[in-house]
């Protein structure tokens, strides 16, 4: 029997957590053992941050030890790092091998350290290729190494049972028993399948984890019960309807999903694999700590430099606005950002003052007949945006995400579009792939929260530069945000 079940990427709610759940007559809940929880300091051995410890660690190792050459070599090493969030290389897998990543890893090193070495150049201060082309090979060696170094102690520690995170099985399919199966007789991929829910039990043999807990309606208490920290979806058995944005507490699990239509002989693209079995891990956040960090690394070089050689214009802007109308250059508003939190936003005046409530409320076409003609031309040209990189600075926008709407329209769109606070999974943009797709001002909201929560789902650095590149060509033609 097919089981329709809503499932939020990488952090998912199960029924009682909040998701939607569309299934058959629940099921007693057979009584199971307790799971000791999973817990001690090696339980984070399995994310990205030891990866990009042990990166942070050759950092150090050179900045020391290796006085010629030290600057390029920590800018080759800061490219190095961006280039490995944006290519997913920080995030954790349930296969570990190092061949496996060799070549992106190498490939985008290279791209890195020869950029490094070309900018100083570029800029006139010439560094001694010899000893950087000496000081890059060690470095991107020491790389791999660590890397290396913290797969086999993974790798160990999953061997010998110390990392074994409670998993629960959505489904009863065979790709479900098949994978209970494999993870009862592999200890490598770290996972202890603790059973599965269905709306019935399904035909296998009990053992190796293959134990019915209950109906699907009974997930959530099973999840807390069990202390579960992984869950799999078998979409032979399981129909994902939907993607849900926050988790609860008491029910935070990462979600990966066995594909329906896997099959020996016909290639599928897919993130991982448990025993060759393909398995592809959901991302609600659209990234993982490291490239958040290197997201926001990114985000406050930029700014200071876009603050810096924008200060005149910037400047200009400010003194035209107060010489054509005598009021402050700068309007303030309450937007909604991440996790629905307010703050408060910054741009050039280029309206005439209303009443904050119609401030509040006021959709775009409503507010043209008080744009003066001097924000016709800063709104034309986005130079009304500059502003707001304060507020990425602050911490409270990034350059590429989500354009923030006020909360009045954030509470009517939600209950309109029912995917519209999927957007505040991450943090709001100075610019989005809506607004370089042509969705800006009064256009249709539907279309604006499909492009947004696609570049959500399917974020990388280079996904930014990108929508950077497209929203520069594009300014001197926008209108609205």
Known sequence: MKLEVDVSAERTDLAGCGAEVRSGAGQQVVPAARARPFTGPVSMLTGGRQLLAGDVVVLVVFVACWPDSRGTLSMGWLLTVLAYCSGGLYRPRLHLSLLDQMPSLLSRSLLAMTSAAAIPALLGYPTEQRQFLYGAGLMITGQLTARGLIF??????????????????IGNGANAQKVADILSRYRSYGLRVVGYVADEPGLGVAGGGWRYLGGIDKAAAIVRREHVEIVIFDETSCAIVGLLNHAPSGCDVATFVMPQNWKVGVPRATDDHI?????????SQGSTLAQRAGKRAFDVVLAIVALIVLAPLMTLTALVICCADGRAPIFTQVRVGRDGKHFTMYKFRSMKPAAARQSDVAWSPESVQRIGRIGRIIRRTSIDELPQLVNILRGDMTFVGPRPERPHYVDKFSAMFPEYRSRHRVTVGLTGLAQVSGLRGDTSIDDRVRHDNYYIDHWNLWFDIKVLIWTLGQAFGARGS
């Open 152 to 169: 086999t102690a993974i790798r160990i520690a999953r061997g010998n049972g110390t990392v074994a995170h409670p998993t629960l099985l």
């Open 275 to 283: 025993g060759a079995v393909p398995i592809l891990r959901m991302n």
